[in-house]
């Protein structure tokens, strides 16, 4: 198989950004205990500023997981082996430098990641919502009595900074090989509106769409770094 481990040097580098927009409620949570003084039950994640503020953000972790499990179903929807990142015994069979297609993007306990996907935050106000929620029981279908529960959302249509760094594998403006052509379907996916992140997605919450979105492809040329292509992320 193809050696992924080349992170000895620098041979392209992809830069893509955009404007990340929910086109639904959105919940990135911090679990089911909410922080000390927070007046709902279930609230999202947030980040304070330097300026002393305080907003909700998408975590870069969210959507590298979210992008990676997407890319994990196209390979089993083409019938291709597939195996758990936390699989130990895969990962120390591919120590010899044939590691798989997943490894060989997203990485492995045992190999570095060739994606790079930073924490998102809102370009204005992340404005939100109190909505309040039922419990099922399972047995009777109906509402559980006793137990309601507020959660806090954001509203729809907040635009997010969204940038994503790609290492070594050329996607645009031709993908080099089978990694940079599921790339591009991935981003084409985000593109077009079909990626869920977050909470309760069952539900259609967390729905983003990827706009405006660019890519800058970097060479290293006499010892610099230089950029030999640009265009839009469609």
């Known amino acids: 198989m193809q050696r992924f481990d080349d992170f000895d040097r620098l041979e392209v580098l992809t830069r893509i950004t955009g404007s990340l927009v929910n086109l639904t409620p959105l919940?990135?949570?911090?679990?089911?205990?909410?922080p000390l003084g927070a007046v709902v039950d279930i609230a999202p994640l947030r980040i304070r500023f330097a300026g002393g503020g305080t907003s909700p953000y998408i975590p870069g972790s969210s959507?590298?997981?979210?992008?990676?499990?997407?890319?994990?179903?196209?390979?089993?929807?083409?019938?291709?082996?597939?195996?758990?990142?936390?699989?130990?015994?895969?990962?120390?069979?591919?120590?010899?430098?044939?590691?798989?297609?997943m490894c060989g993007i997203f990485g492995s306990t045992g190999l570095a990641s060739h994606v790079r996907v930073y924490d998102a935050?809102?370009?204005?106000?992340?404005?939100?919502?109190?909505?309040?929620?039922?419990?099922?029981?399972?047995?009777?279908?109906?509402?559980?009595?006793g137990f309601l529960y507020t959660e806090e959302q954001v509203v729809p249509r907040v635009r997010w900074r969204f940038m994503m760094d790609v290492i070594?594998?050329?996607?645009f403006p031709e993908p080099g090989d089978e990694r940079g052509r599921l790339l591009r379907q991935l981003l084409h996916m985000l593109a077009s509106g079909m990626v869920q992140v977050g909470a309760r997605r069952t539900v259609g919450?967390?729905?983003?769409?990827?706009?405006?979105?660019?890519?800058?492809?970097y060479e290293v040329k006499n010892g610099v770094l230089e950029k030999v292509s640009e265009g839009g992320v469609a």
Do not use: M
């Open 121 to 145: 935050y809102p370009e204005g106000e992340a404005s939100t919502f109190v909505k309040t929620g039922v419990s099922i029981n399972r047995d009777f279908r109906g509402v559980q009595p």
């Open 63 to 101: 959507l590298k997981g979210v992008l990676r499990s997407l890319a994990e179903s196209i390979l089993r929807a083409q019938d291709k082996h597939v195996h758990d990142p936390w699989d130990f015994e895969a990962v120390e069979e591919e120590k010899n430098g044939s590691f798989c297609l």
């Open 168 to 171: 070594n594998i050329r996607v």
């Open 27 to 34: 919940r990135v949570g911090v679990g089911r205990e909410p």
């Open 205 to 217: 919450y967390g729905l983003v769409k990827l706009e405006q979105g660019r890519y800058e492809v």
